[in-house]
């Protein structure tokens, strides 16, 4: 992996120059303008700040600052309300506008927005990731299995240290995992198994009649594998390029005490492995360009990750073997990928489906009729394809 440089950011405070390392795992840039914000400043002052691209580090009690992200919230979701209403009165939207990819790549600019916005309000924390702020819980721990070890004082967002406080809650206590009778414990930075109804599609699919060895390609928390090793297959190799991902897999597999799995960090595929009767992947399921590391898991752009696996998983098929790949449709429902195109790159890489196992949604995001691609969403199916080589 390419070394990150190191950034310094620089500001007063109590007419003292302070200087400090520079972290943001949303990938955003060194701020540009610092005031220093307190108990006293209100949620107005702070919306204002953050909307003109003013960066607040937070002087206060640290629970008030997580009320006043809250504030900061509730008054971006009134201006994009106003925005919906006023287009709304104004004979707007637009037919142009109600299609449903616009209405996506409108959704992800908001949420882009937002996140800069609320990113904003920042916390100076010292060496070791120790906060000297009053009603500061010890963020230090949760900080350093998120971010890494860290011997200088840092400027972070205090939407990152919640999000690794988070993340050190799931890591902790665990997510059940329907179907089996296993919790995964997903590490920060790790797409977490929240979702898993297609778990019950891979205890469903029958195992080719030799199933030996298996791969689980872009293994992520390891759930994929740890189904395969539990169902008997002898040997599974898991690979992921996310070293974070790897750290995560392996602890789950040691929890487990499953010596069937080895893990590998790969870009897709294995090297020196041998032919495999499975080859399985859950790739990310939206074609549209990641905004930070943390949205790999979610988003593929140009689908370049399915594309890939789909191209190269023939090769790596011993005789009589079979590639699973799970799969929504929401791409195609938010008409960024269509059916064809699927199919077409099965046949181009020279698979064939032998049967599909499909599952309706079960998550509340589909059942929620305010949500602008609740059409979408609502009609979303989970499939795990089953592709054979072509004779």
């Known amino acids: 992996m390419l070394a990150i440089e190191k950034q310094y950011v620089q500001w007063h405070e109590n007419e003292t120059l302070r200087n400090a390392r520079w972290l943001s795992e949303s990938n955003q840039v060194p701020p540009a303008r610092i ?9 107005d002052e702070a919306y204002r700040w953050a909307c003109e691209g003013t960066s607040m580090l937070w002087c206060g009690d640290f629970h008030n600052a997580r009320q006043l992200l ?19 009165k104004s004979g707007q939207p637009t ?39 009053r009603r500061a819980p010890d963020v230090s721990a949760a ?3 998120a971010f890494g070890e860290l011997d200088e004082p840092c400027l972070i967002s205090f939407r990152d240290v919640q999000g690794a406080l ?38 469903d699919a029958p195992l080719p009649a030799a199933h030996d060895v298996a791969l689980d390609i872009g293994t992520g928390t390891g759930l994929l594998a740890i189904i395969l090793a539990q169902r008997g297959v002898k040997q599974v190799i898991a690979t992921d390029l996310n070293p974070r991902a790897l750290t995560c897999a392996k602890e789950n597999f040691t ?61 790596h098929l011993a005789e009589q073997g079979e590639v699973w790949l799970i799969l929504s449709d929401l791409a195609e429902h938010l008409q960024l990928r269509t059916r064809e195109d699927l199919l077409g ?3 181009e890489a020279g698979l064939a489906v032998k049967y599909r196992l499909d599952t309706e ?31």
Not at 35 to 43: G, K
């Open 345 to 347: 790159w099965f046949a």
């Open 255 to 315: 929890a487990l005490e499953l010596t069937a799995v080895q893990l590998q960090q790969a870009d897709l595929f294995p090297t020196a492995a041998p032919l495999a009767n499975l080859v399985v992947c859950n790739p990310p399921w939206l074609p549209a360009k990641p905004s930070s590391p943390l949205e790999y898991a979610v988003y593929d752009a140009n689908s370049a990750m399915l594309r890939g696996f789909v191209q190269g998983a023939k090769q």
């Open 95 to 133: 037919a142009e506008s109600l299609v449903i990819p616009n209405l996506f790549h409108q959704q992800r600019q908001a949420q882009a927005q937002r996140s800069r916005v609320l990113s904003r309000l920042l916390l100076a924390l010292d060496a070791g990731y120790v906060s000297t702020l």
């Open 70 to 88: 809250q504030a900061i919230t509730r008054r971006i979701e009134r201006t994009e309300q106003r925005k919906i209403s006023k287009a709304a």
């Open 166 to 203: 988070g993340a050190a809650q799931w890591r902790a206590k665990g997510v059940p995992i329907t179907g089996l009778d296993v919790s995964i414990f997903p590490h920060y930075g790790v797409f977490a198994p929240t979702r898993h109804e297609y778990v019950q599609l891979m205890l």
């Open 361 to 391: 949604p079960k998550h509340g995001r589909s059942q929620d009729k305010t949500d602008p691609l609740f059409a979408a969403r609502s009609a979303e199916i989970t499939s795990l394809w089953c592709l054979v080589a072509q004779a």
């Open 35 to 43: 005031v220093l914000v307190d108990d006293n400043t209100t949620a």
């Open 143 to 145: 900080c350093t299995a």
